[in-house]
T-cell receptor, first 109, second 117 residues
Framework: GQNIDQPTEMTATEGAIVQINCTYQTSGFNGLFWYQQHAGEAPTFLSY??LDGLEEKGRFSSFLSRSKGYSYLLLKELQMKDSASYLCAVSDSNYQLIWGAGTKLIIKP | GAVVSQHPSRVICKSGTSVKIECRSLDFQATTMFWYRQFPKQSLMLMATSNEGSKATYEQGVEKDKFLINHASLTLSTLTVTSAHPEDSSFYICSARASAGFENEQYFGPGTRLTVT
């Protein structure tokens, strides 16, 4: 079967760094996405990795290891507005997105 | 960037009535559109995949006679919740994927909050 695992909830302090992990087992792989979703809103695209390595985009970075079926999203200099759910999704062999359950990130002052 | 709109953004209806939700790709042609449902504090759940001009493919457990999907053009897909019940109250989100060559690009609409009383 296809499976995406990520922690249910994480807590971090404003100004700090947090890493959200995602492991996956899918039939085929055409890339891994990270989305941010604030309560009551639709997901918004953060990053896409299809090759191994680190992709940096401002305060957010995403890492992928295809051999390990593993990715992480790194958020630096955390701000209160970063409090949201972070969704990991893998594009399978049919280019269909397989979604993780999401990680709720709580930022404390 | 690509924009996907949904209408309405919020709807309240009485039990037993039907509700239609529209999903439009505003600046690109979407050969495939996806309909998701999200209950409070849960992740997105794919309901169905619709390809322009053909019947939608429904995920297991989703009643195709209750959730009617029409993808009549490359820029419009509609989801009709027929004979809605309070348990259908949820956040419905569509996403659209562009034509061949952009298989990995999926753009989300802002969502429609449905409340059935």
């Amino acid at each position: 079967g296809q499976n995406i695992d990520q922690p249910t909830e994480m807590t971090a302090t404003e100004g700090a760094i947090v890493q959200i992990n995602c492991t996956y087992q899918t039939s085929g792989f055409n890339g891994l996405f990270w989305y941010q979703q604030h309560a009551g809103e639709a997901p918004t695209f953060l990053s896409y990795n299809v090759l191994d390595g680190l992709e940096e985009k401002g305060r957010f970075s995403s890492f992928l290891s295809r051999s390990k079926g593993y990715s992480y999203l790194l958020l630096k200099e955390l701000q209160m507005k970063d409090s949201a759910s972070y969704l990991c999704a893998v594009s399978d062999s049919n280019y269909q997105l397989i979604w993780g359950a999401g990680t709720k990130l709580i930022i404390k002052p | 960037g690509a924009v996907v709109s949904q209408h309405p953004s919020r709807v309240i209806c009485k039990s037993g009535t039907s509700v239609k939700i529209e999903c439009r790709s505003l600046d690109f042609q979407a050969t495939t559109m996806f309909w998701y449902r999200q209950f409070p504090k849960q992740s997105l759940m794919l309901m169905a995949t619709s390809n322009e001009g053909s019947k939608a493919t429904y995920e297991q457990g989703v009643e195709k006679d209750k959730f009617l999907i029409n993808h009549a053009s490359l820029t419009l897909s509609t989801l009709t919740v027929t004979s809605a019940h309070p348990e259908d109250s949820s956040f419905y989100i569509c996403s659209a994927r562009a034509s061949a060559g952009f298989e990995n690009e999926q753009y989300f609409g802002p969502g429609t909050r449905l409340t059935v009383t």
